[in-house]
């Protein structure tokens, strides 16, 4: 059961013109989730720890041009198809298909631009946020017509539930997920990364 609150401010332009969004889902209990219509992105995921200390253990960046700039899908919602397609080769019904090679050798995570880069429609019905998109028949060249719908719900518990829904035209591969990195120490515990360079021998 949800008893969140959701407040909607916007969140910027993309390069083509489209804007967006972000919804602040807020259960009064301590957690705070924000999500943007660019891409489904989860941008922060606030609770509280142990002691009552509120931390965002969730990472992602603060402006809508760092997530366009790229990034390793930073909370994103993926689609069509999340995870590699080897050699982006698949044969349905008798019929092959060639996908994007954009993680050489495979196709990865929907392809050049998979369901994380394009903005969803949102609409707030019962405290839950809906996002709904629609790819077309031969959208990076996968079949059939795919219309998507999926929810975000922060709960009185303090749960963040995300739902799946998609019907297709056409038998057509999809498998859905979010991408969401998690830092459960909080944001501000990330240290930079420390590189060595170690010289052997052998002998």
């Keep these: 059961m949800s008893s969140c609150e959701i407040c909607k401010e916007n969140f910027g332009t993309t390069k083509d013109g489209q804007v967006v969004d972000r919804y602040t889902m807020d259960n009064g209990r301590g957690m705070v989730v924000q ?15 142990k002691k009552g200390n509120i931390g965002d253990v969730t990472l ?40 994007a090679v954009n993680n050489p050798p495979n196709h990865l995570h929907g392809g050049i631009r998979g369901f994380d880069k394009h903005v969803w429609d949102a609409e707030v019905i019962d405290k839950v946020l809906h996002l709904s998109y629609t790819s077309q ?37 999809i498998n859905l997920t979010n991408h969401a990195y998690f830092n459960l120490a909080g944001e501000v515990s990330v240290v930079p990364a420390v590189f060595c360079q170690l010289n052997y021998h052998l002998s």
């Design 35 to 49: 999500v943007m219509t660019y891409g489904g992105i989860i941008t922060s995921i606030c609770v509280p720890n």
């Design 60 to 99: 992602g960046f603060d402006t809508l041009k760092e997530y366009e700039a790229g990034h390793p899908y930073f909370g994103a919602l993926i689609g069509r198809v999340a995870n590699r397609t080897g050699r982006g080769r698949f044969t349905l019904d008798g019929e092959s298909y060639q996908l």
């Design 137 to 173: 028949d031969g959208e990076e060249n996968y079949p059939g017509e795919v219309k998507c719908m999926v929810s975000y719900e922060v709960t009185v518990n303090s749960e963040l539930k995300i739902n799946y829904t998609a019907t297709t035209s056409k038998a057509t591969p």
